[in-house]
Structure formats: C-alpha cells, structure tokens
C-alpha cells in the first residue's frame, strides 16, 4: 500500500510539475550503432546534437560483428534504428538476411564515388568512409632494437623482427582482413596463405581489433604494426612524433564502410532525417575532419599528418562469399 502511494504521489508531482510549466515531452530517441573510433564517435554526437535538439540520439559502440549479428538476431525489433560506418561485408550479410531498408529508393547515388557502390549490397547502404591502411613503424623502438625500416612485405619475415610485428587477426578485424585479401590480389592465394605463415613467427599477437596494432606502437610493445591511417595520423596530429607511416610496392589496402537503416525504422519520420543529415552533410564534414580518402566525388581534404596520393591496393572480389572461404582458410 505503502509503494502504491509513494508511485501515485510521485505522479501527481510529475502531473503538477508539468502543469506550472515544464515540458513533459518525451524526446523521440534515436539509437545509432557503430564500431567508429571515440574521436569520430563524440564528433557525431556533437554535430547531431547540434542539428536535433528534440531528439534523444544514443550512439553506441560495438564491433562490427556483433552488430551484424545482434540485427540479423533480432531484425526490427531491435532497439537500433541506424548502423553508422558498417563494414560493406557485413551490411551484405544483413542485406542477405533481409532486416536492412533498402535506400536506393531514397538517395541519389550519383555523389559517390564510383568504386564505392560496387556491391553487391549496394541498395541498402550509403557510403560513408574509405579506410586505407599502412605499414606503422615506432621509430625509438627501431633505434632502440638498432634495426631499420622495413621497405617491404618480405622484409618483416627477417627474424631480426621477431616478436616485434602486431597485425589485427582477418578472423576479428576487417582491419587484418584488408591486408589479408590485398595480398592475395596481388600475389595469388597460395603465395599470399605462404606468406602469412611465415610472418606469424615475428608475430607478437594477432589482435583482435583494428585499433590493437596502433596502441601496441604507442606503448612501446612492437616496432612494427599493420592498421588504418587514419589512427596513426591522429596519433601523429595529436604530438606523437615517434610513430611513422610507411606504404610497401603493393599499396595501400582499403575498407570501405556504410551507413543503413535497420528494416522498417526508415518509415519513422526522426530516423529518416538523421539519415538524410548522415547523407548531406555528416559524410563530407566526417571526411575533412578524420577521414580524407575519397568517397564523395569531387572532394580533397587536408588532415593534418594524413598521407597524400595514396596508391591503393588492388580490393577487388571484397565479397562475403570470398571472405568466409579466404577466412575458412586462416589457420592463426
């Protein structure tokens, strides 16, 4: 009786505060998941904030495997509205599971670049960010260790480097899995496996996450790491003066990542001009602020410390079947 009364005393406060001229209007949330880095994630929350006063927009981190599983889970029941900077083969695989909106109903298609649309999921994302990666060295760990640079793939099988190179494992890591499928391309698959095998014994770890590489360089841990520019120049921005990115004959490895709607949650009015905003303005101010490489078309930006004219890898046949067979065949 006691709690009966306190719950029905507590309501009429709220009843009366509302009366004498708070607002009681429940904010429509809006829930984003995404696998983005902390920076890009507060830089989001911040502009859509800005843009959205009268929503309650949640951004929550999870890798991107979990958030492919948790949507094909749970479909449109689940609490996400919006996937921000999903990796293009996992939105295939949540495509193929039909809990994605498709967005070519939408958007015009026309301001990409063309490679980015080149999926087989393409109807249902909108390209967002183009990730290439590089070879990291930490420069005092390497005059530490007196070794040098190393100026090529085969370099790091040279046993001076033992214990001293980290790579984010395919199996986790669209990160590892970039590099992975890159040499392939350029190899052969046979040559490529080959190659793999002989550099996990310079392997300190394969990490399970993109970012792990990069924070082993900080700390010291390895002098040689494979990860995203985009980490390392940040790190290099922000007063890390030990870190360098180096680029091999084979060229730079990309990901390409999009933004979807979770099947049914386009027909919500808030859901749909977060979208559109991610579409308009979020994509070109994310890219001139963290992201340079090219989606949009017609667009150059200037990050401090990012590489100019990166020569790309070769990333073609990025699709899931390829992946789940080239990863059926991992032994690491």
């Not at 890798?63 to 948790?70: E, F, G, H, P, V």
């Not at 498709?102 to 958007?107: I, W």
């Not at 249902?124 to 070794?147: C, H, Q, S």
């Not at 490895?253 to 579409?279: C, H, Q, T, W």
């Amino acid at each position: 009786m006691k709690k009966r009364f306190l719950a029905i005393a507590g309501a009429s406060a709220v009843a009366l505060t509302c009366f004498v001229g708070a607002s009681c209007k429940t904010k429509e949330k809006v829930v984003i998941y995404t696998s983005s880095e902390d920076y890009c994630m507060e830089y989001m929350q911040e502009c859509l904030d800005e843009k959205f006063p009268d929503y309650d927009i949640r951004i929550e981190y999870m890798s991107t495997s979990n958030i492919a599983a948790k949507i094909i889970a749970e479909g449109s029941g689940s609490d996400c509205d919006i996937v921000f900077a999903e990796e293009y083969g996992y939105i295939e695989k949540m495509a193929e599971a039909d809990t994605l909106a498709k967005l070519s109903d939408y958007y015009d298609y026309s301001v990409y670049m063309a490679d980015t649309l080149e999926s087989h999921a393409k109807d249902y994302l909108l390209p967002e960010l183009r990730v290439g990666g590089g070879i990291f060295v930490n420069t005092k760990v390497l005059k530490d260790k007196g070794l040098d640079k190393p100026t090529s793939y085969n370099d790091l099988l040279d046993a001076k480097y033992k214990g001293l190179v980290s790579m984010p494992s395919p199996k986790s890591s669209g990160t590892g899995y970039m590099f992975y499928l890159a040499l392939v391309n350029e190899w052969g698959e046979s040559t490529a496996i080959e190659y793999f095998d002989s550099l996990t014994s310079n392997i300190l770890s394969y990490t399970s996450s993109g970012s792990g590489p990069v924070n082993a360089l900080v700390g010291r841990e390895v002098a040689v790491g494979l990860g995203m520019i985009s980490q390392v120049a940040e790190k290099i921005s922000g007063g890390n003066d030990e870190l360098e990115i180096l680029f091999f004959d084979e060229g730079a490895p990309f990901n390409l990542y999009g933004n979807s709607i979770v099947k049914g949650k386009d027909k919500r009015e808030s859901v749909k001009a977060v979208m559109d905003y991610l579409y308009s303005d979020f994509t070109d101010a994310v890219c001139a602020k963290y992201y340079p490489e090219p989606v949009l078309k017609d667009k150059v930006y200037n990050v401090p410390a990012f590489p100019k004219n990166i020569t790309y890898s070769d990333m073609s046949n990025n699709t899931l079947a390829k992946k789940e067979d080239l990863l059926a065949k991992w032994k690491h």
